[in-house]
């Protein structure tokens, strides 16, 4: 199985079996700590997370096992650092409570004004519209007749009738209902954590702690912003966990991150934005939901690097949407410079929406701050629990520049009156008591072997394939022969009893055929069963 240094998608990353030390506490690397003066660092940046924020009054720090395992150093040097900040008054030690923020942050300076952008005529976001779907309609057309003459060539032979039409056309919008409603031996479908695994006992006891508690009046209509508890919550979990320094009044509480774009769509186009600019390759599901709200998405192309800025300011979009910490589908990682370029282009007046989506998922490479923990005015970030617990509970948030954030309130306000409370406070419970951040650490070694057993089967059954975004997320993406036909190839496998997606679904312009497989959801048997099947297909 080739994963050399070539194109984006053929970026080798760290090889498996090899754990980078790094903690997701406030993104902390050990290789940035000067030789000999561990401990010392690892005070210097929690006293800096106080002074800045991050780290407000009652903010526990990790355990000092826990620290030091993620850290790959001894106790004694997360012991003695934290003997320091408890001798200078930053934090105190409480028994089994742990260890406790005392001091207060520096006050943060408020955000800089910016200039409402105008409104465009909707007469024209409307024409705009109609032409971009007829375009779209048109593309997919011609790439459908490619394919037609790809799957004469390709080795992979062809499904049946019944998949085919499940697969023929990525912009039908029931497409992921048919997918999921197919039935499967083996499911391979990316964007789910282990299901399987959802706390369910923590959740019962969390959600008794919260009833116990609960007044007649809790049970009533609430803030549609979500309920303070949950704010807080995610504000302190973003903090720790992304960098991200924030009041509990930013965050907007959302039914999962499909609901936080839907709302941005709305503010945006009362500004009079009519395109998204997105990634190529990247979700179609996000492609599905703007085109649904009317929003255009000039693909931006992706190399080793991350996202090309030169071909985002080229489509002259002012509002771009990105996963900068971990690619869908290829998995690369924006880079410094990358970044800078795209705060340059934020600073010019583009807007950038930050989709989060499986950040806390990485096994090879230390933690990647999130774009809005530097640029909180250009930036809309969004998150949920979809891939740390479950999509079920339709739970995330949205933390937006300012002059959005009453127009996004209104805009939940009036679609449903805000999240149900009950699940809301359960998880503010699992997050304050670390319950979540247990549950974090125990998905990342479950998915760590799962990866690494599609990994060692793709290398056994598909060993000309060339292997993507190994080092983090839930799923990897296999490129393959150019002359294969993807698409042929999914069909083929689900009527074999195999789900899979094709990579060419994701993608705006022509590319390289490939899949993209889930592993996080499925057994390291049902992994090899899985692959095996779309060896015997390819050969």
Same mark, same amino acid.
């Given at each position: 199985?080739?994963?050399?240094?070539?194109?984006?998608?053929?970026?080798?990353?760290?090889?498996?079996?090899?754990?980078?030390?790094?903690?997701?506490?406030?993104?902390?690397?050990?290789?940035?700590?000067?030789?000999?003066?561990?401990?010392?660092?690892?005070?210097?940046?929690?006293?800096?997370?106080?002074?800045?924020?991050?780290?407000?009054?009652?903010?526990?720090?990790?355990?000092?096992?826990?620290?030091?395992?993620?850290?790959?150093?001894?106790?004694? +040097? #997360?012991?003695? @650092?934290?003997?320091?900040?408890?001798?200078?008054?930053? =934090?105190?030690? /409480? *028994? $089994? %409570? !742990?260890? +406790? #923020?005392?001091? @207060?942050?520096?006050?943060?300076?408020?955000?800089?004004? =910016?200039?409402? /952008? *105008? $409104? %465009? !005529?909707?007469?024209?976001?409307?024409?705009?519209?109609?032409?971009?779907?007829?375009?779209?309609?048109?593309?997919?057309? $011609?790439?459908?007749?490619?394919?037609?003459?790809?799957?004469?060539?390709?080795?992979?032979?062809?499904?049946?009738?019944?998949?085919?039409?499940?697969?023929?056309?990525?912009?039908?919008?029931?497409?992921?209902?048919?997918?999921?409603?197919?039935?499967?031996?083996?499911?391979?479908?990316?964007?789910?954590?282990?299901?399987?695994?959802?706390?369910?006992?923590?959740?019962?006891?969390?959600?008794?702690?919260?009833?116990?508690?609960?007044?007649?009046?809790?049970?009533?209509?609430?803030?549609?912003?979500?309920?303070?508890?949950?704010?807080?919550?995610?504000?302190?979990?973003?903090?720790?966990?992304?960098?991200?320094?924030?009041?509990?009044?930013?965050?907007?509480?959302?039914?999962?991150?499909?609901?936080?774009?839907?709302?941005?769509?709305?503010?945006?186009?009362?500004?009079?934005?009519?395109?998204?600019?997105?990634?190529?390759?990247?979700?179609?599901?996000?492609?599905?939901?703007?085109?649904?709200?009317?929003?255009?998405?000039?693909?931006?192309?992706?190399?080793?690097?991350?996202?090309?800025?030169?071909?985002?300011?080229?489509?002259?979009?002012?509002?771009?949407?990105?996963?900068?910490?971990?690619?869908?589908?290829?998995?690369?990682?924006?880079?410094?410079?990358?970044?800078?370029?795209?705060?340059?282009?934020?600073?010019?007046?583009?807007?950038?929406?930050?989709?989060?989506?499986?950040?806390?998922?990485?096994?090879?490479?230390?933690?990647?701050?999130?774009?809005?923990?530097?640029?909180?005015?250009?930036?809309?970030?969004?998150?949920?629990?979809?891939?740390?617990?479950?999509?079920?509970?339709?739970?995330?948030?949205?933390?937006?520049?300012?002059?959005?954030?009453?127009?996004?309130?209104?805009?939940?306000?009036?679609?449903?009156?805000?999240?149900?409370?009950?699940?809301?406070?359960?998880?503010?419970?699992?997050?304050?008591?670390?319950?979540?951040?247990?549950?974090?650490?125990?998905?990342?070694?479950?998915?760590?072997?799962?990866?690494?057993?599609?990994?060692?089967?793709?290398?056994?059954?598909?060993?000309?394939?060339?292997?993507?975004?190994?080092?983090?997320?839930?799923?990897?993406?296999?490129?393959?022969?150019?002359?294969?036909?993807?698409?042929?190839?999914?069909?083929?496998?689900?009527?074999?009893?195999?789900?899979?997606?094709?990579?060419?679904?994701?993608?705006?312009?022509?590319?390289?055929?490939?899949?993209?497989?889930?592993?996080?959801?499925?057994?390291?048997?049902?992994?090899?069963?899985?692959?095996?099947?779309?060896?015997?297909?390819?050969?």
């Amino acid at each position: 199985m080739n994963r050399s240094n070539g194109s984006p998608s053929d970026r080798s990353i760290t090889p498996v079996g090899k754990a980078v030390a790094a903690s997701d506490f406030l993104q902390l690397n050990p290789a940035d700590a000067p030789r000999g003066g561990m401990s010392d660092w690892l005070a210097r940046q929690i006293r800096r997370a106080v002074a800045e924020g991050l780290l407000p009054p009652g903010s526990r720090l990790p355990a000092t096992r826990v620290l030091a395992d993620e850290l790959g150093v001894s106790r004694g +040097v #997360v012991t003695e @650092a934290y003997r320091r900040l408890t001798e200078d008054g930053h =934090v105190e030690g /409480r *028994g $089994r %409570a !742990g260890t +406790v #923020v005392l001091a @207060a942050p520096l006050v943060r300076p408020p955000e800089d004004g =910016v200039t409402e /952008r *105008g $409104r %465009a !005529g909707s007469g024209r976001a409307a024409g705009h519209r109609a032409e971009h779907r007829a375009g779209e309609r048109g593309t997919e057309e $011609r790439r459908a007749g490619e394919r037609r003459a790809a799957a004469r060539r390709t080795g992979a032979r062809d499904g049946g009738s019944e998949e085919r039409a499940l697969f023929g056309d990525p912009l039908d919008t029931g497409v992921f209902d048919a997918l999921r409603a197919a039935p499967a031996r083996v499911d391979l479908s990316p964007g789910l954590p282990d299901l399987a695994a959802f706390p369910r006992a923590a959740w019962l006891r969390a959600e008794r702690a919260v009833l116990a508690g609960l007044v007649p009046a809790d049970f009533g209509y609430g803030d549609p912003r979500g309920t303070p508890a949950l704010r807080r919550a995610v504000a302190r979990w973003l903090a720790l966990n992304r960098g991200i320094a924030a009041d509990p009044d930013e965050v907007l509480i959302v039914a999962g991150t499909a609901q936080a774009l839907g709302l941005l769509a709305l503010a945006l186009k009362d500004e009079g934005v009519t395109r998204v600019a997105l990634e190529d390759p990247s979700s179609l599901g996000i492609r599905q939901h703007l085109r649904n709200s009317g929003l255009e998405s000039p693909p931006v192309p992706v190399d080793e690097r991350g996202v090309r800025v030169d071909a985002l300011r080229a489509t002259g979009a002012r509002v771009a949407l990105l996963t900068p910490a971990h690619q869908f589908p290829t998995g690369v990682v924006l880079d410094g410079e990358r970044r800078r370029e795209l705060a340059d282009w934020a600073r010019d007046g583009g807007l950038i929406i930050e989709d989060d989506y499986d950040a806390e998922h990485r096994y090879d490479r230390p933690p990647v701050p999130a774009l809005r923990s530097t640029l909180a005015d250009h930036v809309a970030y969004a998150g949920s629990v979809s891939k740390l617990l479950a999509p079920a509970l339709r739970v995330g948030w949205l933390l937006a520049p300012r002059r959005y954030r009453d127009a996004l309130v209104d805009a939940k306000r009036f679609a449903d009156l805000g999240n149900a409370a009950l699940p809301q406070l359960v998880l503010a419970h699992l997050m304050e008591s670390g319950e979540l951040e247990r549950h974090l650490r125990f998905l990342r070694r479950r998915h760590r072997g799962r990866r690494d057993a599609m990994i060692a089967a793709l290398t056994d059954r598909l060993p000309g394939a060339v292997v993507h975004g190994a080092a983090a997320g839930l799923h990897l993406t296999v490129t393959l022969d150019p002359g294969c036909d993807d698409v042929a190839l999914a069909a083929a496998a689900l009527e074999r009893g195999v789900k899979a997606q094709p990579l060419s679904w994701h993608a705006q312009r022509p590319g390289r055929p490939g899949l993209v497989l889930g592993y996080a959801a499925s057994t390291p048997s049902a992994i090899r069963e899985g692959v095996s099947v779309l060896g015997d297909l390819l050969h």
